[in-house]
């Protein structure tokens, strides 16, 4: 049997509206790790991941398919999304991990490239995944991820800031954590509209 990604439309209240419906189109295979943004105008997109590609779907406010299926490829290998964002010009940012580093690229409300993917990580040894990126209301955003090797010990957490145009604003990435000893793993962002942010993480030794 095969996996699907299903989702159901709520009111503002937790009333469901209508029924469960299919995200992907393509049924063979397995489809996994669904995740959805709305834009402004109520319409939504999701992403999930199919075998070793990332699949776009964009959505109207009614829960139907608006256009078809985008599967997305990446030159840097096997692109399976870590997470998705629409930016405030409704823009989408997507960033993934493939190989042994994370990567992010702009796509159009239709889902079109823009550009071409850049790699986040300055740092190439060991393994960085598990990305996760979010905008503030300029469009400028935040990613974070995991690192296996930087710290010297264990798992560590890092982040970078870039701005609208995708210029990282930190010559390299930071650490999130002052603590190193052991991991600090699984960073998750959260930016206020002014810029601010919070980064959280799990530690094993803190």
Not at 57 to 68: K, M, S, T
Request: aromatic share 12%; glycine share 10%; charged share 20%.
């Amino acid at each position: 049997n095969s996996i699907d990604v299903w989702a159901q439309r709520f009111t503002k209240d937790g009333v469901k509206v209508a029924h469960e419906f299919l995200l992907n189109t393509t049924l063979s295979g397995n489809q996994r790790y669904p995740e959805i943004q709305f834009y402004h105008d109520g319409t939504f997109v999701a992403g999930f991941v199919d075998g070793a590609q990332t699949v776009l779907q964009r959505f109207n406010a009614e829960g139907r398919p608006i256009g078809i299926e985008s599967r997305i490829s990446s030159g840097s290998g096997n692109l399976v999304m870590d997470g998705i964002c629409v930016r405030p010009d409704g823009s989408l940012l997507m960033v993934w991990t493939a190989g042994a580093d994370v990567y992010g690229q702009f796509f159009t409300n239709t889902l079109v490239p823009i550009g071409t993917e850049t790699r986040l990580n300055s740092y190439t040894t060991g393994t960085q995944e598990y990305v996760v990126a979010r905008v503030d209301r300029e469009g400028n955003f935040i990613a974070s991820w995991q690192d296996n090797a930087q710290d010297g010990s264990g798992i560590g957490s890092y982040y970078r800031r870039y701005d609208k145009n995708f210029n990282p604003l930190t010559a390299t990435e930071l650490a999130v954590t002052s603590n190193t000893t052991g991991d600090q793993l699984e960073p998750q962002v959260a930016v206020a509209p002014n810029g601010r942010f919070v980064i959280s993480w799990a530690d094993n030794n803190n």
